[in-house]
T-cell receptor, first 114, second 113 residues
Framework: DAGVIQSPRHEVTEMGQEVTLRCKPI?????LFWYRQTMMRGLELLIY????????DSGMPEDRFSAKMPNASFSTLKIQPSEPRDSAVYFC????????????FGPGTRLTVL | SQKIEQNSEALNIQEGKTATLTCNYT??????LQWYRQDPGRGPVFLLL?????KEKRKERLKVTFDTTLKQSLFHITASQPADSATYLC????????????FGKGTHLIIQP
């Protein structure tokens, strides 16, 4: 298995632009998580899906952030409009028993908003 | 508020010695605690999981303890090697009902040859 796949690996955009991050979880996993990592705040959970249904989005910073999981093999995290403070590394992770079991992380997308 | 604390300063250990990392938490009653390793430019990698009713868990040179009274977990690497140099993150099962993990900020471990 190729593991969790994220794209793009790096994204540089200007303030106000729309940004879409993509994730393909490990086949057969039924839980998908989006995290954001910064030096100041560490690794923070943004949103969590179970069987393609959003379970908890309380970590999403504001309405500019949205996430979808249209099927078991694909999820997107969208920021519209983007702001410089959104600059961070965004990780996607998947597991087959929610947070109880091992979470497998993707390589991350490094987002820079100018 | 819920808080997870890990030593934010880098930990320097001589090769061959045992490295011990600490994870303290407050206002949590976690059922599970996990430890992850993160290398620069990469995502975290799972190492060990310990349940609240387990005092200790071992895997090769790694050992984790979990004291729910002290609200503390210790992570040990015995016979440390330079390749063990990385940032180590502890994570608790979120107490908010979600199954997402709440992570500490991690401790940067440096094993010096």
């Amino acid at each position: 298995d190729a593991g969790v796949i994220q794209s793009p690996r790096h994204e540089v955009t200007e303030m106000g632009q729309e940004v879409t991050l993509r994730c393909k979880p490990i086949s057969g996993h039924n839980s998908l998580f989006w995290y954001r990592q910064t030096m100041m705040r560490g690794l923070e959970l943004l949103i969590y899906f179970n069987n393609n249904v959003p379970i908890d989005d309380s970590g999403m910073p504001e309405d500019r952030f949205s996430a979808k999981m249209p099927n078991a093999s694909f999820s997107t995290l969208k920021i519209q409009p983007s702001e410089p403070r959104d600059s961070a590394v965004y990780f996607c992770a998947s597991s087959d028993r929610g947070g109880i079991d091992t979470q497998y992380f993707g390589p991350g997308t490094r987002l820079t908003v100018l | 508020s819920q808080k997870i604390e890990q030593n934010s300063e880098a930990l320097n250990i001589q090769e061959g010695k045992t490295a011990t990392l600490t994870c303290n938490y407050t206002n949590y009653s976690p059922a599970y605690l996990q430890w992850y390793r993160q290398d620069p430019g990469r995502g975290p990698v799972f190492l060990l999981l310990i349940r609240e009713n387990e005092k200790e868990k071992r895997k090769e040179r790694l050992k984790v303890t979990f004291d729910t009274t002290l609200k503390q977990s210790l992570f040990h690497i015995t016979a440390s090697q330079p390749a063990d140099s990385a940032t180590y993150l502890c994570a608790l099962l979120s107490g908010g009902g979600a199954d997402g993990l709440t992570f500490g900020k991690g401790t940067h471990l440096i094993i010096q040859p």
